[in-house]
């Protein structure tokens, strides 16, 4: 598993598979939603207000994407913020590896998927 990234769903997100990873040498890439109540609150919350403030005086880098499959079209925006930039987070010290907190919104074109079979 050394020099590997693991992707986990929220379900796997858990301070102790995080640790795991670490331990193997490898690095991880875990999903953040409401299984984290206090957590994912904070997080979400230090997006919009960055998002109110366009990122002033934050170090990140943001893309976006534009992928069509299946007949349909789905638009990605991703934020990277190195953790040194945002506020401590809840328990952050139980997480082993942590380096960055990234935000995705995903947009569906659902126009595509309904009317163009």
Known sequence: MAGCI????AMG?????ASQICNAKADYVLALKG???ILYGQVKNWFEQQ???AFKGIMHSYDK???KGHHCTEKRQIWCV???QQQTLHNQDNWVGLKWVVMV?????LWNQTNNP
């Open 6 to 9: 693991i992707t986990i769903d």
């Open 13 to 17: 997100t858990q301070t102790a598979i």
């Open 35 to 37: 299984n984290h109540p």
């Open 51 to 53: 998002f109110s403030q």
């Open 65 to 67: 994407r534009v992928e």
């Open 82 to 84: 190195p953790i040194s």
């Open 105 to 109: 919104v995903r947009v569906p074109d």
